[in-house]
């Protein structure tokens, strides 16, 4: 059952560490870190994507900063509660890491695949250069009743497909994780830019398995 669970959620991310280890969380005596990655695409711009590696895997006193670091996981998220309300903060939780020479030019250094279930009405949407958008929240179920909560992001006819999937609906999603940055209004004279992170999305379908409520 678990090892079921766990194919439901797999990613794959290959960069440069661009940032020294901070301490997340402990569990059971078992210490965890964050870390950035910095992933190129391949329009030469790239992404900063969060890592969350356990100090069982990697020494996390020591500097990596400059180094490629392949890591295979999943995408995980959880509320964080701030400015009276919650806020759903999503990282790359590690299961293996290694380092690498070099990146090569076939090398996917940024892949996802989810197999969840829509939780919200998807959103369509046009920019005002008429490009086609909808967004779409995945509940991706996780061992021990627990579930991750994925916003992901569809363009063109995949847009046009999106929008009339129904909560509820089982769905398979392939693409890559990207960071965007933002500006949040806190008050009427104070904004703070933020970094959203998402599943651009290259390929979905819709799987026969549906049911009607989100656990």
Known sequence: MTDKVIENNQVTVMGEVVSDFSYSHEIYGEGFYMVDLRCTRLSDSFDIIPVMVSERLLDVTASYIGMLLCVNGQFRSYNRHE???NRLVLS???REVKFIEEMEESSKTNQIYLDGYICKEPVYRKTPLGREIADLLLAVNRPYGKSDYIPCICWGRNARYAEHFKVGERCAIWGRIQSREYMKKLDEENVE???????????????????????
């Open 83 to 85: 400015e009276r309300k």
């Open 193 to 215: 830019k933020r970094v959203a992170f998402e599943v651009s999305v290259s390929k979905l379908e819709l799987l026969e398995e549906a049911r009607e409520s989100i656990v």
């Open 92 to 94: 790359v939780f590690a």
